[in-house]
């Protein structure tokens, strides 16, 4: 089964940035690689969205609300997806959870997540 851990959050000030890590284990590194991997976030009283997502091939997606403000990356050797965070807004206050992404569904289990605020 896989293990997703997730670190690098804490309390920023608007304008701030974060890099957001997120390691897997209990998978090879050649599953990893073949795999779209997609950083997730829960705000209280909201649903689960997801923000970026990196393919197999290095493609990347954002969605409208971060673009050009995060960049996902990926080191499949480490198995480690990453989450660059620039000029952070308290809109991007969260849970930060890294998982798989489509077109297959996630893996079944999720991280502990990874804390971000975002206050001046």
């Known amino acids: 089964q896989v293990q997703l851990v997730e670190s690098g959050g804490g309390l920023v000030q608007p304008g701030g940035s974060l890099r957001l890590s997120c390691a897997a284990s209990g998978i090879s590194s050649i599953f990893f690689s073949i795999n779209t991997m997609g950083w997730y976030r829960q705000a209280p009283g909201k649903q689960r969205e997801l923000v970026a997502s990196?393919?197999?091939?290095?493609?990347?997606n954002y969605a409208d609300s971060v673009k050009g403000r995060f960049t996902i990356s990926r080191d499949n050797v480490e198995k480690t997806v990453y989450l660059q965070m620039n000029s952070l807004k308290p809109e991007d206050t969260a849970v930060y959870y890294c998982n798989r992404a489509g077109p297959l569904p996630d893996f079944g289990s999720w991280g502990q997540g990874t804390q971000v605020t975002v206050s001046s």
């Open positions: 990196i393919s197999n091939k290095g493609s990347t």
